[in-house]
């Protein structure tokens, strides 16, 4: 196992005053900083004027030289308070390589917010029911390999974006979404973030329970240009109902029901006979035929929002339900999109008349 960068890695400083560091050559006892640090690159330091009461710990940027010289950037922690630089008198003062200790100090936040320099190394949760962003500083500017983990412990469906700066990426993408419930643990290779612990699969976005007697079921999608899963358990409605989706593009204000405005395709069971059409167009994508009340209906379907041009597209959907006539179940498979191009913002599971009664709705997004 290599020595850890900062063990044993002290050399001093003369330099006065609040400005850069100019280091020189240590006690050979000692490591020196062109030893323990590859490259000019962001560093926890400390420095202390010996036989005083002058000190600070905080993130510094060493320059690569010989001795070399270290940047003051941000101070953590001294005896001129957080934030503030030492006026350092007269002396030689020790400058120790250091390493943020092992416990995590926890910082919380519910609206969006920029992740601090005193938050590195520690565990920051969003709370609260509503989206947020936790915007992330330039990676060159971070300490490289320092680990922060990041959990949305957000309810309802509150996505947690995080999004690096600029052109910045995040494990290759302009940003990566937290779902409710998830962590990862962050950190930057000093040109880039790179986020480890997130799990393949699925992630649970939103449940919902059917309450009094909505006429739609509403979900907002967290992510544009992403896979996601819809599935229906149990719905029963008020009355016999076509059970169909609907997309908004504008945050969910409207959403669009023009005779025109979708593509749909499938093939329903009805008893004895079967009822098909192909990419014939509508005012929604019809998920069920006419379906019995009380008989409840389930299924489930992909869709993606990203391609071509983010244009929603539904897939390998299958739905089953009761005959309102004989009430045996029937099943179908359908697919669809949206014609136009535009990014979609929500989604909307709605009945032909009548309202829910009872059941449920799930909402996940498909990690690859």
Known sequence: MPIPRFFATKQGSTTTGTGTLTLI?????????????????????????????????????????????????????????????????????????????????????????????????????????????????????????????????????????????????????TTLALMPGESVEICSDGTAWYAVGLASGMALVQTQSVSGTPAEIDFA??????????????LNFSADAQLSLR????????FDSGGSDYSTSYNFVTGASTTNTNATTGSAILLTDTADSIGGAYGSCRFDTGSPSKRFRLWAGSSIY???????????TFAGGRIADAAASHIRLRLSTGTFVSGSASLRLVRR
Do not use: C
Request: proline share 5%; hydrophobic share 35%.
């Open 221 to 234: 999608l967290p992510v544009t240009d992403a896979e996601y899963e819809l599935a229906f358990s149990r």
């Open 25 to 173: 050559a240590g006690d050979t006892t000692f490591r020196q900083f062109e030893a323990a640090v590859t490259g000019a690159q962001p560093v926890y330091y400390s420095a202390r004027l010996a036989g005083s009461t002058q000190w600070e710990f905080g993130i510094g940027t060493y320059d690569d030289g010989t001795p070399g010289t270290l940047t003051r950037t941000t101070v953590l922690w001294g005896s001129s308070g957080p934030g503030s630089l030492v006026n350092f008198d007269a002396g030689v003062k020790d400058v120790w390589l250091q390493a943020m200790p092992a416990s995590r100090e926890l910082w919380t936040f519910s609206a969006s917010t920029s992740l601090a320099a005193t938050e590195y190394g520690g565990l920051v949760v969003m709370t609260g029911s509503t989206g947020r962003t936790l915007s992330l500083p330039v990676a060159s500017t971070v300490p490289r390999n320092v680990m922060t983990r990041v959990h949305n412990a957000g309810t309802g469906g509150a996505a947690l974006l995080l999004d690096p700066n600029g052109s910045e990426t995040i494990n290759g993408a």
């Open 247 to 254: 997309v908004s593009t504008d945050g969910g204000s409207t």
């Open 322 to 332: 009761a005959d309102p006539a004989s009430a045996p179940l029937l099943h179908g």
